[in-house]
Nanobody, 119 residues
């Protein structure tokens, strides 16, 4: 199973950016999925998660109200729409998938995509 995130780039504070994650090697319809991020010099942190049927979504307090996670099981993809971006959102963003919404380390992880927010 491979995950490939894309859509990262440079954006000004207050701007928007959309990330996508394409999964190959397995259908995602029974997988919980999510996004984590790691800023320079910091530990990886949870950003957002979505249940396999899209019935439940979860967000960290730092992105709640600004980021929206979604998925399209028919296309084996997941997205993260980010608005009102702040310099502190600068990080490498990783998509992940797991059999449980806990999104464990032993789940599936992609290589990450860099998001840089300039002030």
């Amino acid at each position: 199973v491979q995950l490939q995130a894309s859509g990262g780039g440079l954006v000004q504070a207050g701007g928007s950016l959309g990330l996508s994650c394409v999964v190959s090697g397995r259908t995602i319809d029974r997988l919980a999925m999510g996004w984590f991020r790691q800023a320079p010099g910091k530990e990886r942190e949870f950003v957002a998660a979505i249940s396999w049927g899209s019935s439940s979504t979860y967000y960290s307090d730092s992105v709640k109200g600004r980021f929206t996670i979604s998925r399209d099981n028919s296309k084996n993809t997941m997205s993260l729409q980010m608005t009102d971006l702040k310099p502190e959102d600068t990080a490498v963003y990783y998509c992940t998938a797991d059999d449980t919404i806990a999104l464990r380390e032993e789940g599936y992880w992609g290589p990450g995509t860099l998001v840089t927010v300039s002030s």
